[in-house]
């Protein structure tokens, strides 16, 4: 069992493409192509956890943040980051991270929050929009085969396996000269064209653009949308309970999915309140609040609500912020869900030593 192996199984599930933009997911340290011994999955990666996989013989641990975001300029051990880095490189442990992948992936977090509470996804929250792009690119024709071997190199998903030779055109081009006389004249230059077409996922198109871009100005390109967005996949979810239920045992079904021994929540309503549609957007999700309220949610639950969210919103809809840690925990049973349906009998364990950062007095 190869480590791309483990990788391939868990972005068939949530593919690179579906990331957001900011994001980082994807192998972080590591050789993709090393025997893999065993996965170790956590929520975040620490020193202790790169430690845990060492005693446990797993050279592979599979996170739901990224151990690498903002990029590092040096690896001298001065930053948890760096100092996770080396000793991970090391002890040979490879670092695979998938995050908002994960969150906008069909059946992803979101999706199991409200699965844990038991109400069943309607639909998307908020749609995601990073959808498949295709690739026109158009090139002198002694070139065509050169860009299509930069390109092919540069993104190893698209559709029909190589890029595709699409038409053949002529560009001409008018130079003005004199003939022997000095008589003024118009030369034209006639350079055959290529067109290339493909289909990329949309993760990939940096890499693209950057080849193509390197190629030389005669080569020009556009990138088209397929599909504005894609509602099957995105951040968050809206759902339904079958019967609507009271406000207290709503909050109870909440502490109890994600774990969470308190909850922060806007001003309550009426006692005998309840609740049937609600919103979920597991991790930092208070961006989403107004769709939550269009989408005719009685409850919205999601972590990280600024005060001014609460006061702003907080007489539309009830907002309920069960933290960051707690409204992602379950990525880690995900994680094992996607791995054993793979690899029914390989040795995939849960982090015993990671632990929530944020402690409540």
């Given at each position: 069992m190869l480590i791309k192996h483990i990788i391939s199984a868990i972005e068939e599930f949530a593919p690179l493409a579906l990331q957001e933009k900011w994001d980082n997911t994807g192998l972080q340290v590591g050789d993709p192509s090393a025997e893999c011994s065993g996965v170790l999955l956590c929520l975040d990666v620490s020193e202790s956890v790169v430690a845990e996989a060492v005693e446990r013989g797993c050279n592979l641990v599979v996170s739901h943040h990224p151990l690498l975001f903002r990029g590092l300029k040096r690896i001298t051990g001065a930053t948890p980051s760096e100092r996770c880095v080396l000793a991970a490189i090391k002890s040979g442990v490879a670092i695979y991270s998938s995050h908002t992948a994960l969150d906008s992936a069909v059946r992803g977090v979101s999706h199991a929050i409200a699965q844990s509470i038991g109400a069943k996804v309607e639909r998307v929250l908020h749609p995601s929009e990073n959808g498949p792009l295709k690739l026109v690119v158009y090139t002198p024709r002694h070139l065509a085969e050169d860009v299509r071997a930069a390109i092919a190199d540069a993104a190893d998903e698209f559709g029909g396996g190589v890029p595709v030779?699409?038409?053949?055109?002529?560009?001409?081009?008018?130079?003005?000269?004199?003939?022997?006389?000095?008589?003024?004249?118009?030369?034209?230059?006639?350079?055959p064209y290529a067109s290339l077409s493909m289909t990329i996922s949309s993760e990939r198109r940096r890499e693209v653009e950057s080849v193509l871009s390197g190629m030389g100005d005669e080569i020009t390109y556009q990138f088209i949308r397929l599909s504005e967005s894609d509602s099957r996949t995105g951040l968050g979810v809206v759902a339904r309970f079958d019967k609507p239920i009271a406000l207290d045992a709503f909050m109870d079904r909440v502490k109890s999915a994600c774990g969470a021994d308190v909850?922060?929540?806007?001003?309550?309503?009426?006692?005998?309140?309840?609740?049937?549609?609600?919103?979920?957007?597991?991790?930092?999700?208070?961006?989403?609040?107004?769709?939550?309220?269009?989408?005719?949610?009685?409850?919205?639950?999601?972590?990280?609500?600024?005060?001014?969210?609460?006061?702003?919103?907080?007489?539309?809809?009830?907002?309920?912020?069960?933290?960051?840690?707690?409204?992602?925990?379950?990525?880690?049973?995900?994680?094992?869900?996607?791995?054993?349906?793979k690899f029914a009998n390989f040795a995939v364990y849960i982090s015993a030593t990671e632990k929530n950062p944020i402690n409540y007095l």
């Amino acid at each position: 069992m190869l480590i791309k192996h483990i990788i391939s199984a868990i972005e068939e599930f949530a593919p690179l493409a579906l990331q957001e933009k900011w994001d980082n997911t994807g192998l972080q340290v590591g050789d993709p192509s090393a025997e893999c011994s065993g996965v170790l999955l956590c929520l975040d990666v620490s020193e202790s956890v790169v430690a845990e996989a060492v005693e446990r013989g797993c050279n592979l641990v599979v996170s739901h943040h990224p151990l690498l975001f903002r990029g590092l300029k040096r690896i001298t051990g001065a930053t948890p980051s760096e100092r996770c880095v080396l000793a991970a490189i090391k002890s040979g442990v490879a670092i695979y991270s998938s995050h908002t992948a994960l969150d906008s992936a069909v059946r992803g977090v979101s999706h199991a929050i409200a699965q844990s509470i038991g109400a069943k996804v309607e639909r998307v929250l908020h749609p995601s929009e990073n959808g498949p792009l295709k690739l026109v690119v158009y090139t002198p024709r002694h070139l065509a085969e050169d860009v299509r071997a930069a390109i092919a190199d540069a993104a190893d998903e698209f559709g029909g396996g190589v890029p595709v030779v699409a038409a053949d055109a002529v560009k001409t081009e008018s130079t003005r000269t004199e003939d022997a006389d000095g008589v003024p004249m118009l030369e034209l230059n006639h350079t055959p064209y290529a067109s290339l077409s493909m289909t990329i996922s949309s993760e990939r198109r940096r890499e693209v653009e950057s080849v193509l871009s390197g190629m030389g100005d005669e080569i020009t390109y556009q990138f088209i949308r397929l599909s504005e967005s894609d509602s099957r996949t995105g951040l968050g979810v809206v759902a339904r309970f079958d019967k609507p239920i009271a406000l207290d045992a709503f909050m109870d079904r909440v502490k109890s999915a994600c774990g969470a021994d308190v909850l922060r929540c806007s001003e309550l309503p009426f006692p005998d309140a309840e609740v049937q549609r609600v919103a979920v957007c597991g991790g930092s999700g208070g961006e989403f609040i107004p769709d939550a309220v269009r989408a005719g949610a009685d409850a919205y639950i999601t972590a990280d609500v600024r005060y001014h969210d609460f006061a702003e919103w907080g007489d539309r809809i009830l907002i309920v912020d069960a933290g960051h840690y707690e409204t992602e925990s379950c990525t880690k049973t995900l994680f094992m869900q996607l791995i054993k349906e793979k690899f029914a009998n390989f040795a995939v364990y849960i982090s015993a030593t990671e632990k929530n950062p944020i402690n409540y007095l």
